[in-house]
């Protein structure tokens, strides 16, 4: 477990080993700063070699309750992925998902109000974000996400030039 000081925030970080590979929650006492897939396993080898767990490598002694959250939602989605449905989200405190900028509010609408399983489009999420002709800023909104591991697992956005379910953005993968 690492601590880092950021924004104000003395943070701790906490690695899992899932079958995507190594995952790494970062968070304080008020919530989790980020989330991100580590490129520790290749792509070819991530279903198929690796098991299906998601395990904690670093001591949770230290973890503050958000962050504990997070990991059990985590190790909920890769063992029993239909009980993720009842339990409850973490709480999020990155300067992203604070405010009241527009890409903030797509981040908090996309977290709130689509749930587990739940297709939605850059162009409707702009409309429930309250500006129906920002489909684009949704876009970059995305790009930017701090938690995007997490809201990928919850839901899937869907190119509206595309029509296929659109998940993690490939920086992220």
């Known amino acids: 477990m690492k601590k880092q000081k950021e924004s104000g ?7 899992l080993r899932s079958p995507l590979g190594t995952i790494q929650v970062s968070g304080c006492e008020n919530g989790v700063h980020t989330i991100q897939i580590l490129m520790d396993v290749a792509p070819a080898e991530r279903s198929s070699e690796a098991p299906l767990s998601c ?4 001591s949770p002694a230290e973890v503050s309750p ?3 959250r997070c990991v059990e939602w985590l190790q909920a989605y890769f063992i029993e992925p239909r009980t993720t ?3 409850p989200l973490p709480g999020f405190h990155h300067p992203a998902l604070q405010g009241d ?4 509010r797509v981040l908090q609408v996309l977290l709130r109000d689509v749930k587990f399983g739940e297709t939605v489009s850059y162009k409707r999420l702009a409309e ?3 500006n129906p002709r920002a489909a684009r800023a949704v876009g970059g909104a995305m790009r930017r996400n701090p938690v995007s591991v997490a809201q990928s697992l ?3 956005l869907v190119c509206m030039k595309c029509s296929s379910p ?7 993968l």
């Open 9 to 15: 925030c003395t943070q701790k970080t906490i690695s």
């Open 55 to 58: 395990v904690v490598n670093d």
């Open 66 to 68: 958000e962050l504990q």
């Open 85 to 87: 449905g009842s339990l």
């Open 101 to 104: 900028a527009f890409a903030s």
């Open 128 to 130: 429930m974000a309250g």
């Open 154 to 156: 919850i839901d899937r």
């Open 166 to 172: 659109h998940p993690l953005p490939p920086s992220h």
